[in-house]
C-alpha cells in the first residue's frame, strides 16, 4: 500500500507562489512515477507535472515555465513549486503515484485546494 498526504494549498493572489508538498511512503518515493494533477470545479481532473524515478518531468503545456516539480530524498516527498499563479490555476491539486509491478497500480492523496482570488 501506498499512502500519499498533501500539504501546502491555500490562497494566493494572481501573480503570488506555493508550494505543494506531497508525503509518501518509502516505497512511492523510489519505485513510483510520481506526480501531480488538478481538478477544477465542473472540469476533469489533469495531469500538471509528474518525476519519474530517474528524475525525468513532464508537465502539461499551460503550466511550463511556471511550476517545477522535484523530489526530496531526504523526507520521501515530491513538491510542486508555483509561480506566477493565474485564475485558472485555481483547483484541488492532487498528488499521484504510479507503480508498475507486473501491471499498473494508482495510488492518490485525498487532495489540497489552491485558490487564485485578487
Not at 14 to 29: I, N, Q, V
Not at 87 to 107: G, I, M, Q, S
Request: net charge neutral; glycine share 10%.
Amino acid at each position: 500500500q501506498v499512502h500519499l498526504v498533501e500539504s501546502g494549498g491555500g490562497e494566493v493572489q494572481p501573480g503570488g507562489s506555493l508550494r505543494l508538498s506531497c508525503a509518501t511512503s518509502g516505497s512511492a518515493f523510489s519505485a513510483a512515477t510520481l506526480g501531480w494533477y488538478r481538478q477544477a470545479p465542473g472540469k476533469q481532473r489533469e495531469l500538471v507535472a509528474t518525476i519519474t524515478t530517474r528524475d525525468n518531468t513532464n508537465y502539461a503545456d499551460s503550466v511550463k515555465g511556471r511550476f517545477t516539480i522535484s523530489k526530496d530524498s531526504a523526507k520521501n516527498t515530491v513538491d510542486l513549486q508555483m509561480n506566477s499563479l493565474k485564475p485558472d490555476d485555481t483547483a484541488v491539486y492532487y498528488c499521484h503515484a504510479e507503480v508498475v509491478l507486473f501491471k499498473r497500480y494508482d495510488f492518490w492523496g485525498q487532495g489540497t485546494q489552491v485558490t487564485v482570488s485578487s
